[in-house]
C-alpha cells in the first residue's frame, strides 16, 4: 500500500503543478512544464516532447532553467517521466538547491528504465515505484540539505545490482522500498530516521549488518525478513519493532 499521510511540501506540490499558466518547453533536449505556484516560478521535468518521446544517455537535470527572460527553478520530476526510457544510463541533478531540500521524484519517474545504472540526485522525496525494476542501477548517491526526505513504497524493489546505499539524510524509509534488492550489501541508515516500513529491506540476501538509530519510532513488520545472511544488528528498543522484523536470517 502507498504511504499516504506523507508531510506536504512545497516541492510534492510542485509535482503537481496546478497552476493554470502551466505550459509546456523543451529545454536542452529536456522537457519542463513551467508555471507559477504561490509566488515562485518554478519547472517540473516531464515526459520527452522531442520525436520519440524518450530520454536516452546520460541526463543531467539543471536547478534552474531560464526561458522567454525568466528563470525557474526546478524542483520535481513529474510522475513517470522517465518510465520506460530504456535507454537512459544514468541521472544527475546540479549542486545548485541551496534554499530547499532538493527535487521532488514522482511515482514511476524511472520505472522500468533497464539500462540506468548511475544516479547521482539532489532529493528531498523519492516517490512510490519510483526506480522499481531498474536491474542494472548500481550507483545511487542521494543528497539532501536536511534529514527530513522520504523514500515512498517500492521506491527501488527489485533493484538487484545495487551493492551498497546510504540514507543518512532520510527520516521514512517506506514498504518494501529495498525489497528484492539481492546484491544489497551495506545500508546507512541516518541518525533521524523515523519509520522503516514493513519488508523494506525484505531478501536483500547480501546484507550482513545493520544499525539501527536511535530515534527510531517503528520498524513494522518483516522489515529484514529474508536477509538470510544478516549477522549483526544494531538497536535501541526493542518495543519499537512489529512481527517478524528479522523473520529467517538464518
Given amino acids: ?34 508555471g507559477e505556484e504561490g509566488g515562485l516560478y518554478i519547472a517540473t521535468v516531464i515526459p520527452s516532447e522531442l520525436g520519440g518521446g524518450k530520454y536516452s544517455g546520460a541526463i543531467t537535470i539543471p536547478s534552474m532553467v531560464d526561458y522567454n527572460g525568466m528563470s525557474y527553478d526546478v524542483t520535481g520530476i513529474a510522475d513517470g517521466a522517465f ?17 530547499f531540500d532538493g527535487i521532488g521524484i514522482g511515482e514511476e519517474a524511472f520505472m522500468g528504465c533497464t539500462n540506468l545504472t548511475s544516479v547521482n540526485i539532489h532529493v528531498s522525496y523519492i516517490g512510490y515505484n519510483a526506480f522499481n525494476g531498474c536491474t542494472k542501477l548500481k550507483t545511487l548517491n542521494l543528497k539532501s540539505n536536511y534529514s527530513t526526505s522520504q523514500i515512498d513504497d517500492n521506491a527501488f524493489y527489485g533493484c538487484t545490482s545495487l551493492t551498497s546505499v546510504d540514507l543518512s539524510n532520510f527520516d521514512y524509509i517506506g514498504s518494501l522500498a529495498f525489497a528484492e534488492c539481492t546484491n544489497l ?62 523473520n529467517n536470517c538464518s
Avoid: Q
Wanted: with cysteine; hydrophobic share 40%; charged share 10%.
Fill in 1 to 34: 500500500m502507498k504511504k499516504t499521510n506523507l508531510k506536504i511540501t512545497l516541492l510534492s506540490l510542485a509535482l503537481m503543478l496546478v497552476s493554470v499558466r502551466a505550459f509546456g518547453v523543451t529545454i536542452n533536449g529536456i522537457s519542463y512544464e513551467l
Fill in 83 to 99: 518510465r520506460n526510457c530504456t535507454n537512459l544510463t544514468s541521472i544527475t541533478t546540479s549542486d545548485g538547491y541551496w534554499w
Fill in 185 to 246: 550489501s551495506s545500508v546507512t541508515l541516518g541518525a533521524n530516521v523515523k519509520t522503516i516500513g514493513h519488508h523494506a529491506f525484505a531478501f536483500c540476501k547480501e546484507l550482513t549488518s545493520i544499525v539501527l538509530p536511535l530515534d527510531l519510532i517503528k520498524i513494522h513488520d518483516y522489515a529484514f525478513s529474508g536477509c538470510s545472511k544478516l549477522a549483526s544488528v544494531t538497536f535501541n528498543n526493542p518495543s519499537t519493532f512489529g512481527s517478524g522484523v528479522f
